[in-house]
């Protein structure tokens, strides 16, 4: 499993964002992606995951009423999903950059959330 992260970027206190994580080699119906975020010198934090087995996701508590995480339909000729993480009200403190994870251990690079006060 490979996975892609996009749509990481600057932008206002306030404004929104739309992330996306691209996975390939996706051979089974059940599966957990998740997303998670990191800032320099601190401990990596989990904001949204979303499962395709009982569509059930889950939200940290700095995420919730903000953000919302989405799943595309799995396109069955490139064994590929794609998962969003829209986020919307930026603070700050969001400003990290955000990882998504293939349940339980394939990592994709990240993309860069910088959000100015």
């Known amino acids: 499993v490979q996975l892609q992260a996009s749509g990481g970027g600057l932008v206002q206190a306030g404004g929104s964002l739309r992330l996306s994580c691209v996975a390939s080699?996706?051979?089974?119906?059940?599966?957990?992606i998740c997303w998670f975020r990191r800032a320099p010198g601190k401990k990596r934090e989990g904001v949204s995951c979303?499962?395709?087995?009982?569509?059930?996701?889950?939200?940290?508590?700095?995420a919730k009423g903000r953000f919302i995480i989405s799943r595309e339909p799995k396109d069955n000729a490139k064994n590929t999903v794609t998962i969003h993480l829209q986020m919307s009200s930026l603070k700050p403190e969001d400003s990290n950059i955000y990882y998504c994870?293939?349940?339980?251990?394939?990592w994709g690079q990240g993309t860069q959330v910088t959000v100015s006060s």
């Open positions: 994870l293939y349940y339980p251990d394939h």
């Open positions: 080699g996706i051979t089974f119906d059940r599966y957990a």
């Open positions: 979303i499962s395709r087995a009982d569509g059930s996701t889950y939200y940290a508590d700095s």
